[in-house]
């Protein structure tokens, strides 16, 4: 196995091993250490099958399912991720996932399925170096302070549109909005982080709504400033692991006319955070 980091901040690509094989031989261990130190890993070649990717995010806790995507080959754990001329993804801002959810998901693996020849890139960034490079003063006014995320504010688009509301009833009746720390713990490093993001957080409590504005639109621009940042071009049979609690990321849909599509799964992580 070879380690080559990717950037000063976060990610790593890991060369000269078959993640299947390396999970079944019980090197789960060693991949969650590098996944705690880079919090991004990069995999390329990978030839595995949407059960067997299911199974290797299983090894690093119970799974959760998305209740606005579809799904692969009746495996309601592996989301089909599908961006096309006649319906391209909506997604375009910065975001942990599933931060409307008491407990969001720890741990995304993604496998690109189809691939652009040009564009389609995704960008990381480091929750926890973007906590590090704020200021003390900054630091103790975020502590103790709590934001509210909200599944409604993430799929807003998708909600304006004709029958929007009725197609993601359920989801909005199952999702209700969810507080969160702005400033979290990482319950393996014991690093702090940054834990609010554009798409699902909806505003901060306890605040008036210019603070809360005003404090929210500063960390975003903070957050995905280049130095905390890394960028990943897919290939076909690419696989990436990333620590949900710690990073964000950004698709990058520049390929248009062309269509990309991955397969998701998300682990709910072995404990709550």
Known sequence: MRVTRVAGALGAEVSELNVREALADGGIRAIRELLNEHEVLFFRDQQIEPSEQRDVARLFGPLQTHPAYGTVDNIPEVMLLESTPTNPSKIEVWHSDMTFRQHPPSVTVLKGVTIPEVGGDTLFASMTSAYDGLSEGMKVYLEPLVAVHDFSHGFKESLAEPGGRERLADALSDNPPVRHKVIQIHPETGKRVIFVNA?????????????????LSFLYQHCVLPEYTCRFNWTINS?????????????????????????RVVSEGDRPY
Not at 199 to 215: C, N, Q
Request: aromatic share 8%; glycine share 2%; proline share 5%.
């Open 199 to 215: 798409l699902f957080t909806s505003h901060i409590e306890g605040v008036s709504a210019l603070e809360s504005s005003e404090v």
């Open 239 to 263: 696989l990436v692991l990333w620590d949900n609690r710690s990073t964000q990321h950004k698709p990058v849909n520049d390929f248009l006319p062309a269509s990309r599509a991955l397969h």
